[in-house]
């Protein structure tokens, strides 16, 4: 993979990409990750002949640490993902995202539905499907999107040498690596910078206002993987997530694997992102 900064919209992005191979697969990381988050994807995808471009998010990883909250909302990151496409000269791509990189990826697949080959979401299916699905499962396991952007959160997390924040990445393979890399980051802004540019209860009310009339369907194949033991989304936002989606959907549930489901079982979802992208590649 080779490493580059690409200035997107007047910010700089760290980005990784192998340069070689007939489609092109983009992975787009969630909190409180990295590109790092693809290790054990990127091989098997170049290995499959895909060319494979991965980035760090703004304020995340090797990316530009701007404040500017307007940078994170979800149109803005969107178009971002457009402008890394059109700087590397990627008239359509696959795109592979998860947590909140699957909630970017589904506001790409809606507004730009044209630079899409097919979208893959781990974890997170589409925002509206969560709104419209709510449950007392799904609100205790989304606590931390009204927690996290509150002033009292970093402290909180830093408490204790981040035994909280422990507590919170449990299932998170890298979990100490994370939480040194926060614990040693003067303004750790990353952490609470999602929940703050994208508050959920404007976006809430928005759309329970919204008819079904109203709603723009996404237009690009997709498919969805969620884990049985994910501690932040419950299953009904995910597999839910097909009465938003107007092409071709497919929804796989993964057994037994927590919320970081590509870092605990590999072997498997890469199985399954290779079988979907093959299929999907094949229709082009």
Not at 8 to 27: A, F
Not at 118 to 145: C, D, M, R, T
Not at 165 to 171: A, D, N
């Amino acid at each position: 993979m080779e490493e580059i900064y690409i200035k997107i919209n007047g910010c700089e992005y760290y980005v990784q990409d192998s340069r070689n191979g007939n489609d092109s697969v983009i992975l787009l990381h969630g909190w409180p990750d990295d590109s790092s988050l693809w290790r054990f994807q990127i091989p098997a995808l170049i290995q499959s002949g895909y060319r494979v471009i991965c980035l760090d998010w703004l304020g995340h990883g090797q990316s530009e640490k701007t404040e500017d909250l307007n940078k994170y909302t979800l149109a803005s990151l969107s178009a971002d993902v457009i402008g890394l496409m059109d700087a590397l000269n990627l008239e359509k791509a696959h795109c592979i995202a998860h947590d909140y990189g699957a909630v970017v990826g589904w506001e790409l697949a809606t507004r730009y539905p044209e630079r899409l080959v097919s979208y893959v979401a781990l974890s997170v299916g589409h925002p509206l499907a969560l709104v419209k699905n709510f449950s007392l499962e799904s609100i205790l396991k989304s606590w931390y999107l009204i927690f996290n952007p509150l002033p009292v959160a970093i402290p909180i997390y830093r408490a204790m040498n981040g035994l909280i924040f422990r507590w919170v990445l449990r299932g998170h393979p890298d979990k100490e690596n994370v939480v040194e890399k926060f614990l040693l980051e003067k303004k750790p802004f990353y952490i609470q910078v999602w929940e703050k540019a994208n508050p959920i209860l404007p976006f809430i009310l928005s759309s329970l206002r919204q008819q079904q009339s109203q709603l723009t369907l996404i237009k690009v194949p997709t498919l969805g993987i969620w884990s049985s033991g994910d501690n932040f989304m419950a299953e009904e936002q995910m597999s839910k997530s097909s009465a938003l989606v107007q092409s071709e959907w497919k929804y796989i549930k993964i057994s037994k694997s927590n919320h970081w489901l590509q870092l605990e079982k590999p072997q498997e979802i890469n199985k399954h992102l290779l079988e979907w992208l093959n299929q999907q590649g094949e229709k082009c």
